[in-house]
């Protein structure tokens, strides 16, 4: 039996469309869903104050520094190694054995799940250089996690740099460390930016790297020396073990908000980037 | 930079480009370095085909979770890779440009929700409508396949979107002229084309799936056990780590980076095939 070709498109159509439809239907629900339940606890009071009975009251004051101080430790520490090997394997070097094993390596680093991070970090940083849980541990832990993102969009964003610009600058007599600094990485800087803002995205949101190399303590930080709870972890901790539902969706909504906001930022200038350069 | 010289800047870019393979060095060092004693003093064989897990007695046998990540992978990739490649398909074959341009970074955006919110929406939404309608305790292997399969979907769709597009449009534009429908130039054609890319994409996704933490420790139960059906609770070797690291001391936490030497070895695995298969893809 045969079924003429336009039945078989048409219904192709149908279920490869309902199939798409499907997809993107369960994935905003999932943030209509946050978002519905989350808002009305939302408010700059319950943003700054800090919480009490463990979350059960009060607000997320002290999980918010961590969520500020995490993703910022990671990146001031994984953006210079992860441009400088964006650099290297564009500018300094021709494809070799060398630049396939860092593109290996790094592409084995993207794909190891955060769990292992987290066990890595907690015996690397936390026990056997002895920095205990803290900021650092866990800032340390999300650099090594996010290098991959920096150094695949740095690469991306440097080799989209004209060649031709590096050959004015050449011709000019500039050397190539003056190329790179005054001509390549200024053009490919908002390249580089989408990566670091993917980057502190990724941190935003991560749990398990973070429980056990930066802690869970609920007290303000005050050096990063101090454990600290970031508002992934504090979520977890919500709803887990059933502390407050109503915060959890509060604290849900906040993190939501806060990833879906970097990262659109990233996209944003990715795609100003991208417009101006074609 | 003058103080240095081109050279001594050369240098230093030099050095500074082994970061990353320096960093999973070390992962790999301090990983090993803690389970893998562990493994060789307690007999490989009764560490990863018992099914007795008493830390307590110091019984330590991760068949049990090994099956339940097995089977929870499994079921997320039955789930999330056809939609996430029939998502593709449409957007690419079937769908205007303009459209696909705005669908897919959208769905690449929702790949920033974070996996704990995923898990919630198992526990709050999935749980009690399988727990209404099949019986069971609800979390469950069904409920992290679920989760787990929905998690994936932004990177099965986004990487096959991307193989798709690098199909070149003359094979397409030969098919629709010798007659064939957009559909038969898809099956035919498109997907036979760029058939490397896609497997990339769910071997990177099935990767993703079997490390992934906490959406698995919220909606799978945490029973351990091997499961005798989709209903069953069971706990996958990362929520063993995590639900134990917290309080595990000694032998027990020795134990537990064990599991990690485990999952880290499946992990690279699948990488390093992933990686094989996109490097196919890109000649």
């Known amino acids: ?278 | 930079m003058n103080l240095v010289g081109e050279k001594g800047v050369q240098r230093i870019f030099q050095i500074i480009a082994f970061s990353s393979i320096a960093a999973l060095a070390l992962i790999a060092l301090f990983i090993l370095a803690e389970g893998l004693p562990f493994i060789l003093h307690y007999g490989p064989g009764q560490f990863l085909l018992s099914s007795d897990w008493q830390p307590q007695q110091g019984r330590f046998g991760i068949f049990p979770m090994m099956v339940a990540s097995l089977w929870v992978t499994l079921g997320a990739m039955l789930i999330g890779a056809p939609l996430g490649v029939a998502g593709a398909v449409f957007l690419t074959e079937f769908c205007p440009r303009p459209v696909m341009r705005a669908v897919k970074p959208t769905i690449e955006l929702l790949a920033g929700i974070p996996s704990v919110v995923y898990g919630f929406i198992g526990v709050m939404v999935l749980a009690p409508l399988i727990r209404a309608q099949w019986g069971g305790p609800g979390l469950s292997v069904l409920a992290g396949a679920i989760i787990l399969g929905i998690m994936i979907l932004p990177t099965v769709m986004s990487i096959s979107i991307d193989a798709l597009l690098a199909v070149p449009q003359s094979y397409r534009e030969g098919s629709l002229a010798l007659g064939a429908t957009v559909w038969q130039t898809t099956r035919m054609v498109t997907l036979v084309a760029a058939r490397s890319g896609i497997a990339a994409s769910i071997i990177l996704a099935m990767g993703r799936a079997v490390g992934e933490t906490m959406a698995v420790i919220m909606v799978a139960g945490n029973a351990v056990k091997i499961p005798l059906s989709p209903l069953d609770s069971v706990r996958t070797m990362t929520a063993n780590i995590a639900l134990e690291m917290s309080y595990a001391t000694g032998i027990h936490r020795q134990a537990l980076f064990a599991t990690g030497v485990v999952l880290f070895l499946m992990i690279m695995v699948l990488n390093t095939i992933a990686s094989r298969v996109m490097r196919r893809a890109g000649r």
């Open chain 1, 1 to 278: 039996m045969r079924i003429p070709p336009r039945y078989t498109h048409r219904a192709a159509i149908a279920v490869l469309g309902a199939a798409t439809l499907l997809t993107v239907a369960v994935l905003v629900f999932i943030i209509v869903f946050v978002l519905n339940k989350g808002l009305p606890v939302l408010s700059l009071s319950f943003l700054f104050t800090n919480p009490q009975d463990m979350g059960r009251a009060g607000g997320i004051l002290p999980t918010l520094v961590g969520t500020l101080a995490l993703p910022l430790l990671a990146i001031v520490i994984a953006t210079p190694l992860g441009v400088g090997t964006a650099v290297f394997l564009t500018e300094y070097t021709q494809e070799s054995a060398t630049t396939m094993a860092i593109r290996f390596g790094t592409d084995c680093l993207a794909g190891i799940p955060s769990i292992i991070f987290g066990l890595f970090g907690y015996i690397f940083f936390v026990t056997t250089l002895r920095m205990g849980w803290s900021i650092l541990s866990g800032g340390l832990t999300l650099a090594f996690m996010i290098l991959p993102t920096i150094i695949r969009t740095s690469e991306e964003a440097i080799r989209a740099v004209p060649a031709s610009y590096r050959e004015v600058s050449f011709s000019l007599g500039a050397t190539r460390w003056q190329t790179v600094r005054k001509v390549v990485l200024p053009n490919a800087l908002p390249g580089i930016v989408t990566g670091v803002m993917l980057g502190i995205g990724r941190s935003i949101g991560e749990t398990a790297a973070v429980i056990f190399t930066a802690g869970a303590s609920l007290r303000m930080p005050h050096s990063i020396f101090d454990s600290v709870r970031t508002m992934s972890v504090h979520f977890y901790i919500l709803a887990r073990e059933g502390i407050s539902s109503q915060n959890a969706y509060g604290t849900a909504a906040a993190l939501i908000i806060s990833v879906l906001a970097v990262n659109l930022a990233a996209y944003w200038l990715m795609n100003r980037y991208l417009a101006r350069r074609s």
